[in-house]
């Protein structure tokens, strides 16, 4: 892999691993671009495409048992407590929906030439382009891959540089993994390659159309997947299945993808948009160029918003850039928000399912989508946020006995509420949807749109109703009960390990913050002009009994409601600093003892080996971001770069796991500057290898302001300029 400039990503050979494949999309639709030869491979991903369809998975035992677990927690009989929640508390059935792969895409080209050069195959990060090209027995071949978000389509132009080079079909499947023989077309002895493994159909139509249906297990969504193959010149033959292209000078593919999730006929809706993508009848080559700059005006209209140029720091600037460029492709309105990895995707079963994993993942994965002036990238989460209130009322109810809505760590495209899996270390917290409804408020400081608040702020209001009404009183504090600190283990001075517990220190954290969120918004709506009831003085109440932050016997930051051993001091999650990233209430002026103390809390984790999954280095560059830590920032910063990421620059967590990479886009920005109530800081955690010169552009501040610009020269601001 090379970089021939900070926006692009470029390698001199096809892709040997889905790792070293580059990813394009609009939002709903993506694909990875492998830049094979012979037998082109584009695997396939639509947002929608899901194993199973909305079930009810609430635990009918666990309101009955809540008092039982209760008491043997506040006993300290804390296997038994936890045996109980397995029962009592674990989803029937244990699992929510998994996400799937919508196939492959191959362009099968004919020819039984074996040495190719020149190639060259990179991607475009300023354009949202992969561009493949190289030299096959004298003809230089070019091919030009684009996720369309206006078409809702991702289009394939094919060229060559002599007349009549070109002769190819193009095959759509479902069949998992790479062509079984990576070799010119006339050479394969097998040829069809099982193309209709977990379909149900693959039937050509005259006009070069051949549409693609299956059905995701487990009853899942129905969808339909078609291309449309405009050629100039040459032949065109309809034969079986398979539109065969012969001789051509130039041609373009149009795929698109529907699913029963938004269409009642989602073969008939991907037929009229191909139409209606390739109405105008043009030549391939006013077709593509029509396509692509309709493209580029829409998806540029995003990406230029934002410029950083800092000397000497290209890869930096590149990774800022590509994490952008994921959001974009992975996140637009009307498509489901990011999961696990984005939209990009290419195992039936991926590990933890690809969902919507929200006591850190998903929410890390929108970090930079204010900051970095992509608004309308954050959409899909607020919209999801809906879906998960519905179910969320009926598992508080059922589950708890509470008002409002509950969401525990996973949720899955219908947006279940009830326990995912029987994890006990991470299974039976209830502050999902608490955490996930903090960015309505986020994206109200950073806009200031108070229609947007007026809309919303019943998702916030919700979610604090369920926290409000779930805590209870251990004669010193509210605090929820049972509840853990994610995916973290304590040791109890007996020697016995246990995750159950009562008031971990990152809900106590979360509710605080929501809590003060609710009270500042009901203050800017006025609530009885805005026909809801006001919560904020049972707020008000209720935080003058949660336990405040507190410090622990090795000088850092209590993880939970004693100052317990851990059982692994290493751990990737941090969740006690909660209250600095992406919290507000550590800060050097108003809590100068809780900074200091959250400075040891990251020095100990990683003196035990912590940091060790990608998003979680991630997270250790906005903390030190946050502390002014510049050095240790920009050091955490590139071992992430360097040791944590695959060769497509995906994070690696490891596998594949993208919140690494939008985690490290927040965290460069949060570098630079940061806002919070009335204070902005330029250059916070500037360390010495940026000090030179650098310009950024564009960065959102929180109170409704842009940086427009930001220029610095041997680390003194030499321009600023907000708006």
């Known amino acids: 892999m090379s970089f021939s400039t900070s926006h692009?990503?470029?390698?001199?050979?096809?892709?040997?691993?889905w790792e070293e494949a580059l990813p394009v999309g609009n939002g709903r639709l993506g694909g990875m671009v492998f830049g094979l030869p012979y037998t082109e491979r584009i695997q396939l991903n639509e947002d929608s495409v899901w194993y199973g369809g909305p079930q009810d998975r609430n635990n009918p035992s666990a309101l009955e048992n809540l008092p039982k677990i209760r008491k043997l927690i506040f006993e300290g009989k804390i296997s038994e407590a936890q045996e109980l929640c397995t029962f009592a508390l674990s989803g029937i059935p244990e699992e929510s929906r998994h996400y799937e792969p919508l196939g492959n895409l191959y362009i099968e080209f004919e020819g039984d030439e074996t040495e190719f050069s020149d190639y060259s195959r990179e991607l475009h990060l300023s354009t949202a382009t992969v561009t493949t090209s190289f030299v096959l027995a004298g003809v230089k071949y070019t091919r030009q891959v684009i996720a369309s978000y206006p078409k809702n389509a991702l289009i394939i132009h094919l060229t060559a540089d002599m007349p009549g080079a070109l002769s190819f079909h193009a095959q759509l499947g479902r069949n998992p993994g790479k062509p079984w023989e990576e070799i010119p077309y006339q050479k394969q002895t097998l040829r069809r390659q099982a193309y209709t493994g977990f379909c149900d159909s693959i039937t050509g139509k005259d006009g070069g159309i051949q549409i693609m249906e299956a059905t995701a297990g487990g009853g899942g969504v129905h969808m339909a997947c078609a291309i449309k193959v405009i050629a100039k010149g040459g032949r065109t033959t309809l034969i079986g299945n398979t539109t065969r292209i012969q001789n051509t000078d130039e041609a373009v593919i149009i795929l698109c993808a529907d699913t029963t999730f938004r269409e009642e006929d989602p073969v008939s809706s991907v037929l009229k948009r191909l139409e209606d993508v390739s109405s105008n009848r043009k030549a391939p080559a006013a077709l593509w160029e029509s396509l692509y700059f309709e493209h580029l005006s829409d998806y540029k209209s995003l990406y230029d918003r934002v410029k950083l140029?800092?000397?000497g720091q290209e890869e930096v600037e590149r990774f800022f850039q590509f994490g952008r460029y994921l959001m974009i492709a992975g996140s637009r309105p009307g498509s489901l928000p990011l999961n696990l990895q984005g939209i990009w995707n290419q195992d039936f079963a991926p590990v933890w399912g690809s969902r919507f994993t929200i006591n850190i993942n998903t929410e890390m994965n929108y970090w930079p989508a204010m900051l970095t002036n992509l608004t309308e990238c954050q959409e899909p989460l607020i919209s999801h946020l809906y879906r998960i209130r519905e179910n969320g009322r009926i598992t508080a109810q059922k589950m708890y006995g509470c008002n409002g809505f509950v969401a525990h760590h996973n949720t899955d495209i219908w947006g279940d509420t009830a326990p995912q899996d029987v994890c006990i270390s991470s299974t039976y917290w209830?502050?999902?949807?608490?955490?996930?409804?903090?960015?309505?408020?986020?994206?109200?400081l950073f806009t200031k749109d108070i229609s947007f608040l007026k809309d919303n702020y019943p998702l916030m209001k919700e979610a604090a109703e369920f926290v409000m009404d779930y805590l209870i009183d251990?004669?010193?504090?509210?605090?929820?009960c049972p509840t853990?600190?994610?995916?973290?283990?304590?040791i109890l001075p007996s020697g016995e390990k246990g995750v159950i517990c009562k008031g971990a220190s990152m809900d106590n954290q979360i509710i605080r913050e929501l809590l003060c969120a609710?009270?500042?918004a009901e203050k800017a709506l006025e609530p009885s002009s805005c026909g809801f009831d006001p919560i904020s003085k049972r707020a008000e109440g209720v935080l003058s009994r949660i336990a405040p932050v507190m410090v622990g016997k090795y000088g850092q930051i209590m993880e939970w409601n004693e100052d317990y051993e851990e059982a692994e001091p290493g751990h990737r999650h941090i969740s006690q600093l909660f209250a600095l990233y992406p919290g507000t209430q550590i800060s050097k002026e108003k809590t100068p003892d809780l900074f200091e103390a959250a400075k040891k809390t990251i020095g100990r984790r990683l003196s035990f080996g912590g940091g060790h999954s990608g998003w979680s280095r991630a997270w250790i560059i906005n903390m030190y971001a946050r502390l002014g830590e510049g050095e240790k920032a920009f050091?955490?910063?590139m071992t992430l770069i360097h040791k944590q990421t695959l060769p497509n620059l995906f994070d690696d967590h490891p596998p594949f796991q993208i919140d690494g990479n939008f985690g490290a886009t927040a965290g460069i920005a949060e570098m630079l500057v940061q806002s919070h109530g009335d204070v902005v800081r330029y250059l916070p955690a500037l360390p010495n290898a940026w000090k030179k010169h650098g310009r950024v552009e564009g960065l959102l501040l929180r109170?409704?302001?842009?940086?427009?610009?930001?220029?610095?020269?041997e680390g003194r601001i030499v321009d600023l300029q907000v708006e």
């Open 8 to 17: 692009a990503i470029s390698f001199s050979s096809p892709a040997k691993t």
């Open 474 to 480: 251990d004669g010193k504090y509210l605090v929820t």
């Open 703 to 713: 109170g409704g302001k842009t940086l427009k610009v930001l220029e610095w020269q």
């Open 635 to 637: 050091e955490n910063l």
């Open 518 to 520: 609710c009270i500042s």
């Open 484 to 490: 853990l600190s994610p995916e973290n283990t304590y």
């Open 309 to 311: 140029q800092i000397d």
């Open 430 to 444: 209830v502050m999902g949807g608490a955490w996930l409804a903090l960015h309505v408020w986020e994206q109200y």
